[in-house]
C-alpha cells in the first residue's frame, strides 16, 4: 500500500469528487447521485469560456467552493476529526472550530481542483444502513493504477453528506485525528486552533463560506 501525506491524500479526494465515470445505475437522490450533482457542477466552472484565465480566478474558485463543499458535512467531519475533544468545548469554540477546519480542506483543494485533467473514477456497489451509507469507487490514475476510494455519507433531512472518505483503507477523518490529537496532548486546544489560525492567515485564505453545512 502506497502511504499518502495529508495532502497527498486531501488532493486525490478531491479528484475522486470532480471526476465520475459511473458504471451502474441508481435511484434519484441517491448517495451516488448527489456526488454526480457535485461533480457536474464544477465541471461545468471549469469548463465555462467566461470563467477561465487570471482576471476571473476570484470568481472561479468561488463558485468552485461552493459547488465542491456544498457535499461536506463539516461539522460532523470536525467533531470526528477532534474526537474526545469535542465534548470539551463551548458551543462557540465548536463553530470556530468547524470553519478552521473547512478553512483547512479548502487549501488542500482548490488548487488541485484547477490542475484537472482527465484522471477517471469508476463507481462501484453503493450501500445504505438507514441514515448512513457507502459508495465504493476506484481512482483511475493517469498510468492506469486502480485506487480504491470509498465515500462515507450520512443523511440528514433528506440529504446526503460526505462526512468521511477512506482512500486506500485510510480514512480522511482518522488521518486528521492523528495530527490534531498530537497537538492537543504535547501542548494544548489552543494551540492547534492558534497553528490553524497562523496557518490560514498566512495563505491569504477567504473562508469557505457559502456551500457548506452549518
Known amino acids: ?24 445505475s441508481f435511484a434519484a437522490d441517491s448517495p451516488t447521485d448527489r456526488i454526480r450533482t457535485t461533480t457536474d457542477k464544477v465541471l461545468g466552472v471549469l469548463n465555462n469560456p467566461a470563467l477561465k484565465g487570471p482576471a476571473k480566478e476570484a470568481q472561479r474558485r468561488k463558485e468552485i467552493r461552493a459547488a465542491v463543499f456544498g457535499v461536506f458535512d463539516f461539522k ?29 480542506l479548502e487549501r488542500s483543494y482548490i488548487n488541485k481542483i ?71 496532548r504535547g501542548s494544548s486546544y489552543a494551540d492547534l486552533v492558534k497553528k490553524m489560525k497562523n496557518k490560514a492567515e498566512s495563505e491569504g485564505l477567504v473562508a469557505v463560506g457559502a456551500g457548506t453545512k452549518k
Not at 482512500?167 to 486528521?176: A, D, G, R
Request: hydrophobic share 40%; charged share 25%.
Open 114 to 184: 484547477e490542475n484537472y485533467s482527465g484522471e477517471k473514477i469508476v463507481y462501484g456497489a453503493e450501500t445504505k444502513d438507514q441514515d448512513y451509507a457507502v459508495v465504493k469507487s476506484k481512482f483511475i490514475t493517469k498510468r492506469r493504477e486502480e485506487i480504491p476510494v470509498d465515500y462515507r455519507m450520512l443523511t440528514e433531512s433528506g440529504q446526503w453528506w460526505v462526512y468521511d472518505v477512506v482512500i486506500e483503507n485510510v480514512s480522511l477523518v482518522n488521518n486528521y485525528r492523528v495530527q490534531f490529537n498530537k497537538i492537543i
Open 1 to 24: 500500500m502506497r502511504k499518502l501525506s495529508i495532502h497527498g491524500f486531501t488532493a486525490l479526494l478531491v479528484l475522486c469528487i470532480l471526476v465520475t465515470i459511473p458504471v451502474l
Open 76 to 104: 460532523e467531519m470536525a467533531k470526528r476529526s477532534l474526537a474526545q475533544y469535542w465534548k470539551e468545548r463551548t458551543p462557540q469554540e465548536q463553530e470556530e472550530f468547524v470553519s478552521l477546519f473547512a478553512d483547512l
